[in-house]
């Protein structure tokens, strides 16, 4: 299938290429539109020329400007709003500051929102950050549309303080969120006058409707699920069983998302078909079908996921009143192109966006082509095929991507997906009439208890799946070029499936080659490298030496230190981790390393480059100073902050170098023996 030679498909993939082009490049905003401009004016001129409107210069000309749309909306998205917008305000003291909550987070020791910033002092601003209050249990928690004020201090949000660690800042920044405010929830001011908005009314419907379902007896988990699966709210959630969805691999059905819209869409499709038979029939169930989409939309939250779906579904709406469902790309093309250029470009560079349409892709590219290779003379074993080939032609679709995000593969994908994707539909619309009915007071136990009960015996299903560990592979190492080598690979065995010829061959077996030589490459770069660092961690200290594909870790708690040194160990693809504990002294680069613990004892007579303080020694530092002249002192994350502000102040009168790790990162040595 050449699909190329689809327009939308074209404008798509150049627009894309835009975007990245413009994440990469300082491409200043007026250059790029006044390149649009004049290529807007020349294709207006050739177009209206007939016999040039084919031309090649027209292409040409016209790719080049759908390059420079994207450029353009990625460039837009990136820009800081301008003089309104609270950024551009001094933000190095406590202020008051006006928020209305927008989203309410999943709430951990404190309780977490995206709020909408509407004035700092008296001043009308504009922006979002991420609030935090302290939990009491005495005082309520905000809902959407509440309006506050308080007397707060917005702090950065940092990049990560060790290597390899998830970089929650550059993730909130894709969303337009720079900084954070802290508060009690005494120092909380909500104003009554609060206005109400469309995604504050939809909050307010969804916590009527937990309300109402607590009411009718169901219990946490089973709530958790329902929220997820139908209102797109995951707070509930417990981290055990969302650990049991993900290495089951069904999390996907955790999240609103293309699947559960399309099997919404499939739902209404059939509700509405009577209206058919009416004059105009069609065109009253189309907009009846793509109001009620939105509206679900609206009632989940409008978040991400939720939003490209049914903006995708409205599409294939579309193509079903014209009859045309078949040119499912087309449709998927229209979708992302509107998507990415009118909601966010952003988007693109998010791992759920980029799941959820190459999901869908290869299921429409890859699924008909495996029908055709078995025909099954049973009408429970054909069934049983056509969902184990949308579950591999989805999984497949994803795998490399999610490898390289989260460096793990549930080789039970499919016996989770052949026991739940049958019955999700059912899960579906039964779990809208038991909201309706909830909602109306006309819920009978008995089918609350048979929904409670499914639902039960769906987590349990899937728990049982998720405890399978030998047939969870974890802590798989994949970068970024192995990610495109892999796709290569994939799309050019989908290739030969439909259509065997020299140059897929080809492809495939330079992919192949690629993936070997670059895992050459990688194990003889890693064999060479040498290098030690300290790493940022509260209440403890933790060392790392990598010298080739061995790690040698010096720790004081081991325990706490695993997640920091699993990921270290995945991203630079270490072999052996050995433990070591911390000593006194090291050489490190050639230079003395003098290590001084709780203990505080002074080596007489000794005389390092560089001192590291942990556990809060209780020294004077500035005798030691005066003693001995090291060229570096480092302090990481075992220490007090009194302690920390004490000793940064000595090293200032004394111009010493002074690296806090809580501040500055890890720090690193240039190789270590």
Not at 465 to 494: A, P
Request: charged share 15%.
């Amino acid at each position: 299938m050449k699909l190329l030679q689809f327009i939308p498909i074209k404008l798509n993939f150049l627009l894309i290429v835009g975007i990245c082009l413009g994440a990469q490049l300082e491409i200043p905003i007026v250059l790029t539109l006044i390149f649009i401009g004049i290529s807007l004016v020349v294709l207006g001129i050739i177009f209206s020329i007939p016999q040039y409107r084919h031309s090649i210069s027209f292409g040409i000309i016209a790719a080049l400007s759908t390059i420079c749309l994207g450029v353009l909306t990625i460039s837009l998205a990136e820009t800081m709003p301008g003089n309104n917008h609270y950024t551009q305000f001094e933000l190095t003291k406590s202020q008051y500051w006006h928020l209305k909550i927008r989203k309410v987070l999943k709430s951990g020791y404190n309780d977490q929102y995206i709020a909408d910033v509407k004035g700092i002092d008296r001043k009308k601003v504009g922006g979002k950050l991420l609030l935090s209050i302290s939990r009491d249990s005495s005082i309520e928690k905000l809902n959407v549309d509440d309006e506050i004020v308080l007397w707060a201090l917005a702090k950065a949000l940092k990049p990560p303080l060790n290597p390899h660690q998830f970089n929650y800042s550059r993730y909130m920044s894709g969303m337009g969120i720079y900084h954070s405010i802290r508060s009690s929830p005494h120092g909380v001011y909500k104003k009554p006058d609060a206005q109400i908005t469309v995604v504050g009314l939809a909050a307010t419907a969804r916590n009527t409707i937990s309300n109402r379902l607590k009411f009718y007896g169901f219990h946490s988990d089973e709530l958790g699920i329902i929220q997820a699966l139908l209102l797109g709210e995951r707070n509930e959630i417990t981290s055990e069983i969302h650990s049991n969805y993900k290495d089951a691999g069904a999390v996907h059905m955790l999240a609103v998302s293309g699947l559960h819209i399309g099997i919404i869409l499939l739902i209404l499709d059939y509700l509405l078909r009577p209206l058919v038979l009416l004059a105009n029939g069609k065109r009253i169930k189309l907009v009846l079908t793509v109001f009620l989409l939105w509206c679900f939309a609206i009632l989940a939250g409008l978040s991400a996921s939720v939003v490209r779906a049914v903006t995708m579904f409205s599409f294939v709406a579309y193509a079903l009143y014209l009859n045309r469902p078949g040119n499912t790309f087309n449709i998927l093309a229209l979708s992302m192109f509107f998507i990415l250029l009118l909601v966010d470009p952003m988007l693109l560079f998010q791992p759920g966006f980029q799941m959820s349409y190459l999901a869908v892709i290869f299921i429409v590219w890859m699924y008909p082509l495996l029908r055709r290779l078995w025909h099954p003379r049973y009408f429970i074993l054909k069934k049983v095929w056509q969902l184990f080939s949308v579950s591999i032609s989805a999984q497949l679709g994803v795998l490399p991507i999610s490898l390289y995000y989260f460096h793990q593969f549930p080789g039970l994908f499919f016996v989770s997906n052949l026991l739940i994707l049958p019955f999700l539909g059912i899960l579906l619309g039964l779990g809208i009439v038991v909201i309706l009915l909830a909602l109306t007071n006309h819920l009978p136990l008995l089918l609350a208890k048979a929904y409670a009960s499914l639902i039960q015996l769906m987590n349990t299903l899937i728990s049982w799946v998720g405890r399978q560990d030998e047939f969870i592979i974890k802590d798989i190492s994949f970068d970024g070029v192995q990610l495109v080598l892999s796709y290569l690979v994939i799309c050019t065995l989908i290739f030969l499936l439909s259509n065997i010829n020299g140059r897929a061959v080809i492809l495939l077996l330079s992919g192949i080659l690629g993936m070997q030589g670059w895992s050459l490459y990688l194990i003889q770069s890693d064999i060479k490298k040498e290098q030690v660092l300290i790493l940022h961690q509260t209440a403890n200290s933790v060392v790392l030496q990598q010298s080739g594909r061995t790690l040698f870790v010096y720790d004081a708690d081991a325990k706490r230190a695993a997640n920091l040194v699993n990921d270290y160990k995945v991203a630079e693809r270490i072999s052996k981790v050995v433990h070591l504990p911390l000593s006194s002294g090291y050489k490190m680069a050639e230079q003395r390393l003098l290590v001084i613990d709780s203990f505080g004892i002074l080596p007489l007579n000794h005389k390092p480059e560089i001192l590291f303080l942990r556990q809060s020694p209780k020294i004077n530092l500035e005798r030691f100073l005066d003693q001995s002249t090291p060229k570096l002192i480092i302090a990481d994350g075992s220490n007090y902050l009194s302690f920390i502000a004490r000793w940064r102040k000595t090293c200032q009168q004394k111009k010493i170098p002074f690296h806090y790790t809580g501040e500055k990162g890890a720090y690193y040595f240039s190789k270590g023996n």
